[in-house]
DNA sequence: GATTAAAGGTTGTCGCTACAACAAAAGTCT
DNA sequence: AGACTTTTGTTGTAGCGACAACCTTTAATC
């Protein structure tokens, strides 16, 4: 029950910490600079919906409507795949990657003051432990995390 | 990276197994169960909505929004508080206690079955205490776990 | 090769939450 | 006492996300 409560608080309060200050600092969501962050780091900076949408724990149906608006604010834009005609790429441009690199080192300072300063390295390394061991249940496909394992395991 | 990753995933992905089980099985939000959980383990099943929101994470705006529709559905209802004229009381309802009764086995099962069966009993103390690291930085004054403190601590 | 099923996205709608503005009562200060 | 600040809550609004319905294209099946 402890732990529980405990993980019930960190869910609740996390998102608000992190929404507010990129969204005062930088005029977007979380989940916003989210998609744009994975988009940074991809090849071409370029992603298939459907791909876009695993990295970022996200539903297609989330994904189209946020990166419909990030597109009316030109820091995304979308086009037809060329391989598969049902699929959709999203790109990042040039004002969103800038976006991204503007935003960054706030967001970073954030997560460090509010999450990891808080932590011992050997925490560090229990939490990604305990991450892996709860999103074996909560994702059992492991879209997300596929990517970032930790180099020392 | 790695354990940041993981921790957003988390944030992301809880919420949404948690809302669908028990608006699926109870017709409730995670947030609505357990302001109706609260209720019920509190004294005369009543308490102050600054209470009410300290225990539930949330701001008394959104309280007082979700404690208006739970008292619409006739599972909540609010008084005046004697002792402060400023301050009002909710109560849970005989409905209201039923409908916890109710949704909680579901909700049980859900949280062992997606969360706790994953982890050793080692691992749940090691979450419990890396709560405790990260409630520290984002709840400052520890509002909501102040009450449930571990035994053996 | 036609039919069916699955994958990939989009859109409309409803409900919830954050934010700001507001009001009223209770302390506080001089 | 009177002016102030703080606490306690409510409400309006705008924006985001979940869900369902839908469409198109690819893959599978017979």
Redesign the interface.
Known sequence: ???????????????G?LDSQLRRDAGLSHFEY?VLAMLSEAEDRTLRMTALAHR???TLARLSHVVRRLEERDLVERFPCPEDARATNARLTAAGWDAVVAAAPGHVAN?R???????SAE?????????????????PTGR??AL???EDS
């Open positions: 029950m402890a732990a529980w409560l405990r993980l019930i608080a960190i869910v609740e309060l996390l998102p910490v989210f970022t724990n996200s997560v003051g509010n999450v990891f300063d808080g932590l925490q560090v390394r229990q939490l990604t432990d305990l991450g892996d061991a709860l999103l074996a249940r909560l994702d997300m995390t970032y394992r930790p």
